[in-house]
């Protein structure tokens, strides 16, 4: 744990704050909703009806775990069935092993067995339990490209009029680069829906800031506009950097004793945080 996280307790206190407002503890229905966020969400709203192959890419921290944090919450258990990847650097199989044991299958021995079982139990699931299986795979910049191909073939129904699974990637840019080689051509013709999440507008960063700060209870304007500008410059307004340069720019103004957070706070919290 750094220096600044062992003097959190004093700022919380020195602002008069409930909680740490920049920690990621939130409730998808406390998340901040930026412009990009919410375009977003209609593309994956739109994926779910299609049920076809999407792509969702972004810079770290960006915020694309929190926005598959909030389709999540916003599926209907009953119309929906959410088998969720969080990360594989593994084979073909052991990508299968985890759908398998996300759908409450046991576990077959080789691969052409694996693939038929999760098939079937799609096709059970759209047809008899009349659900929308949804498979997300968060980190799918990792995936082996053998792994990216068996994935396409998972979704491959060409005997039926409309598909049976939707399937998300979600990764970083270098994804959204891979998927445009000629080596997964086959692939990158079927995904029906590609959107990169980049960081907040300028305008939004100060709205983020006192969404952040309400969460804890604290409703005055602690950042100064030299401040939230410092912020804007260094994190290129991606959310989860923003987060940590606040964190440690609150704990500067706190060991000063100051009412508010001036650019000089920011400026050595970049200096603590090497940014």
């Known amino acids: 744990m750094s220096a600044a996280m062992d003097r959190t307790p004093s700022y919380c206190k020195h602002f008069a704050m409930s909680r740490f407002p920049f920690d990621g503890r939130l409730d998808a229905d406390a998340l901040f909703v930026a412009a990009a966020q919410t375009e977003a969400s209609v593309r994956l709203d ?5 049920r076809g192959i ?3 890419t972004g810079e770290p921290g960006s915020g694309k775990t929190t926005l598959c944090r909030r389709l999540v919450d916003g599926l209907h258990p009953g119309l929906f069935r959410l088998v969720y990847v969080p990360l594989t650097t593994g084979n073909v199989m052991d990508m299968y092993k985890s759908i398998a044991w996300e759908l409450g299958l046991p576990t077959e021995r080789n691969r052409a067995a694996a693939f038929r079982q999760i098939r079937s139990e799609v096709t059970r699931l759209v047809l008899e339990g009349k659900q929308t299986p949804v498979l997300i795979v968060d980190e799918a910049h990792h995936l082996r490209n053998e792994v990216l191909e068996d994935l396409r073939l ?3 129904y060409e005997m039926d009029s409309e598909n049976r699974l939707c399937l998300l990637f979600v990764g970083l840019t270098e994804l959204r ?3 445009s080689m000629a080596l ?3 692939l990158d013709q079927r995904i029906v829906m590609r959107y990169h999440l980049d960081g907040l507008e300028r305008e939004e960063v100060p ?5 952040r700060l309400r969460g804890a209870d604290c409703d005055l304007p602690l950042f100064e506009p030299g401040a939230i500008e410092a912020i804007f410059q260094a994190t290129r307004a991606l959310p989860r950097r923003i ?5 440690v720019a609150l704990t500067a103004a706190a060991i000063e004793k100051a009412r508010t957070v001036t650019g000089e706070h920011v400026q050595d919290a970049l200096a603590e945080i090497g940014g």
């Open 243 to 247: 987060n940590r340069l606040a964190h």
């Open 54 to 56: 999407g792509l969702l």
């Open 46 to 50: 739109q994926l779910l009806q299609l």
């Open 184 to 186: 997964h051509e086959s």
């Open 207 to 211: 709205e983020y800031l006192a969404h």
């Open 154 to 156: 998972l979704t491959n």
């Open 177 to 179: 680069r891979r998927l």
